[in-house]
Structure formats: structure tokens, C-alpha cells
């Protein structure tokens, strides 16, 4: 039988889980909307040649990775196949390939980054599920409405 210092326990635990839920979940999505509005602020359109959205405004996860793919096939073919570092120092073409290289890790890095905040928004509504459930079937307002082990 449960004490009313075990129900304390369970509020302030629930509670404390359904708060850094909610943290998480304003986290990722404000993270969300900040990364698109900066993507956006750029006005970078995908490349017409681009296997996937041709076109579209560069402000998601689709499209960064779409512009960066893109910028990779471009600069493969200013360098004939070959890498930044596969490139004489001399060499004219080493300059935009270098470029290209830094774009396409920008491009990358939002991806990774509405990544990160998709999943602290997913995370933090599973908190919030968890604290709930548990709140709900552990602390009933009788103590002999709980549901104990087998013993």
C-alpha cells in the first residue's frame, strides 16, 4: 500500500518529467522555426538541374539537402572528379571546389540541426505522455482504486 509520502514521490516525479517535457517540446519546435527562418533569409533557390525540388525555396530539411547534393555534383564537375585536397594548390579551380565544400557543410549542418530539433519536439511530447500515464494510473484518488502487483 502506498504511502501518502510515496504519492508525493509520484506527483513531484511526474511532474518534473511533464515539465522537461514541455521544455523539450517548445525547444524543438522554436529551434524548428528559427533554423527555417534563417535558411529562408538567405533566398537560396534549389538548382534547376537538381534530382529532387528543382526550384524550391531552400527553407526545410528536403531542400538544404536537395541544394547541397546538387552543389556536390557541381563541383565534381568543376574538378573533374576530383576533391579540394585531390587538387593542385595552383590550380584555379581549387577555390570554387573549396566553396562549394563550405556551402554544402552549411547545408548540411541545418539538416542535422532540424533533425535534432524534430526529435526534442517528438521526445518531449513522449515526456509529456509518460508524466500523464503515470500520473493517471499510479495516483488514483483512493488508495484502494490502485492496482497493486501480485504478491
Not at 65 to 90: C, F, N, S, V
Not at 100 to 121: C, E, K, N, P, Q
Not at 139 to 147: C, I, Q, S, T, Y
Amino acid at each position: 500500500m502506498a504511502t501518502a509520502s510515496t504519492d508525493k514521490r509520484i506527483k513531484v516525479m511526474t511532474t518534473l518529467i511533464g515539465v522537461i517535457g514541455a521544455i523539450m517540446l517548445v525547444a524543438g519546435v522554436g529551434t524548428w522555426f528559427v533554423v527555417q527562418s534563417q535558411l529562408a533569409a538567405e533566398n537560396i533557390t534549389v538548382a534547376d538541374d537538381a534530382d529532387f525540388l528543382a526550384g524550391d525555396e531552400v527553407n526545410g530539411p528536403f531542400s538544404a539537402y536537395a541544394q547541397a547534393d546538387i552543389i556536390a555534383e557541381h563541383a565534381e564537375g568543376i574538378a573533374d572528379g576530383k576533391t579540394y585536397a585531390e587538387l593542385p594548390q595552383d590550380d584555379p579551380r581549387r577555390t570554387a571546389v573549396m566553396d562549394a565544400s563550405f556551402l554544402r557543410a552549411s547545408l548540411y549542418t541545418s539538416v542535422v540541426a532540424f533533425g535534432v530539433a524534430f526529435m526534442a519536439g517528438v521526445l518531449g511530447i513522449i515526456l509529456m505522455m509518460i508524466a500523464w500515464v503515470l500520473r493517471a494510473g499510479l495516483v488514483a484518488p483512493d488508495a484502494d482504486e490502485r492496482v497493486s502487483p501480485a504478491t
